[in-house]
Every structure is written in C-alpha cells, then in structure tokens.
Nanobody, 115 residues
C-alpha cells in the first residue's frame, strides 16, 4: 500500500506564487517512482503538467513551462511543485501521482487564482 497527500493549495492573486507539496508514504519512494503533477480545471479533463522521472529528467507542459518547477526531497520523501506567475487559467484541482507499474493518486488540492 502507498499513500500520497497533497497540501499547499489555496487562493492567490494573479501574478502570485504557491508551492504545492505531496508527501509520499508506504511503499511509494519518490526516488524510485515516476512522479508527476496533474491538474483538472472546472469542466475539463485531468492533464499532465509536470513530471519528474527516476533518471532525473523533467517534463513540463507548454502551459506551465518557465513558470512551474517540479522537484523532490528524497530525505522527506516528498514531491513539490513551485508555481510562479499564476494566472486565472491555472485554477484547478492539483493532483500528484506516483507510478511504478501501479499508479497511485493523491486526493488533490484546490488552487484558485483570482483577484
């Protein structure tokens, strides 16, 4: 069994920043799992926005490239998403995932960008 718990979401003004955290536990080890952040906006499908792979390579969707940074703290077994220059289009529920054969999902954290 494994568990992912996201935190750090909230209400932020356009142009602001947030850092999301995803604490992994159980059999999930961020160093050896393919880790990723997804988001799902109102009425939209869940989309992959950032990935951090076992070999250290990173992926970013065009919509967040240059503004978001994915990272991990191996000692804390935690995944992060640093989000800068937020705009209303970034409003969504953000989920982290961990994959190694089976895919685990967190419960999601709401990010709302509004003035």
């Amino acid at each position: 069994q494994g568990q992912l718990v996201e935190s750090g979401g909230g209400l932020v003004q356009p142009g602001g920043s947030l850092r999301l955290s995803c604490a992994a536990s159980g059999r999930i080890v961020v160093r050896t799992y393919q880790m990723a952040w997804y988001r799902q906006g109102p009425g939209e499908q869940r989309e992959l926005i950032a990935g951090l792979y076992v070999n250290g390579e990173r992926y970013y969707a065009d919509s967040v490239k240059g503004r978001f940074t994915i990272s991990r703290d191996i000692a804390k077994n935690t995944l992060y998403l640093e989000m800068n220059s937020l705009n209303p289009e970034d409003t969504a529920v953000y989920f982290c995932s961990a994959r190694s054969g089976w895919t685990y999902w967190g419960q999601g954290t709401q990010v709302t960008v509004s003035s």
